[in-house]
């Protein structure tokens, strides 16, 4: 069974601080993606990372696909309030066709 | 409007009941999903289809029946309601598998 992991299950923490947040796997995935749900809506996409070692920016946020393909980092520069939210990876195993699974999230609040 | 669209958002119901959870996309997308959320365990699939008329079992199918007659319609029924049923439950849409998904609102479910 492949899975996701995600950590820390939760982050608090002020605005203007820095933070990682990590997801990890056992098995190699096609591709990794990104979300962000805040509270009482559906998750939305933020990035989509295919290539081992890749870095993708979107702002203040940084976006890391390890070399092997088993796991991703996010890292929020100067994190604001509207960053609060929870933060989804989700990933299509290489061995596991048709199947996307999710991590369980992070749930990152930032206080003003 | 162009998007996705969930109904009802909110149903209470009582366990032995048939309840229909309706999902509508207007973007032509193939593939449609099914997830439930669950504090702990986040995003688990429950059926997804890759067209019309193809359905296949997610992580967590048991007690959950699918149909797609059309492209835009993705409906879940849940044939005798259990309380584990309980639950908030997300639609998404994406053109291919891997791709970006385009979740709806989510429909609150609570089983008593």
């Known amino acids: 069974t492949q899975l996701l992991e995600q950590s820390p299950q939760f982050l608090s923490i002020q605005e203007g601080e820095n933070l990682t947040v990590y997801c990890n796997s056992s098995s190699v995935f096609s591709s990794l993606q990104w979300y962000r749900q805040e509270p009482g809506e559906g998750p939305v996409l933020l990035v989509t990372?295919?290539?081992?070692?890749e870095v993708k920016k979107l702002k203040r946020l940084t976006f890391q696909f390890g070399d092997a393909r088993k796991d991703s980092s996010l890292h929020i520069t100067a994190a604001q309030p509207g960053d609060t939210g929870l933060y989804l990876c989700a990933g299509e195993a290489e061995t596991s066709y048709d199947k996307v699974i999710f991590g369980p999230g992070t749930s990152l609040s930032v206080i003003p | 409007d162009a998007g996705i669209t969930q109904s009802p958002r909110y149903k209470i119901t009582e366990t032995g009941r048939q309840v229909t959870l309706m999902c509508h996309q207007t973007?032509?997308?193939?593939?449609m999903f099914w997830y439930r959320q669950d504090l702990g365990h986040g995003l688990r699939l429950i059926y997804y289809?890759?067209?019309?008329?193809?359905?296949d079992k997610g992580e967590v199918p048991d007690g959950y029946v699918v149909s797609r007659s059309k492209t835009e319609n993705f409906p879940l029924t849940l044939e005798s309601a259990t309380r584990s049923q309980t639950s908030v439950y997300f639609c998404a849409s994406s053109e291919f598998l891997g791709y970006e998904q385009f979740f709806g609102p989510g429909t609150r479910l609570t089983v008593l």
């Open positions: 289809s890759a067209a019309a008329d193809i359905t």
């Open positions: 973007w032509s997308h193939s593939y």
């Open positions: 990372v295919v290539t081992g070692g």
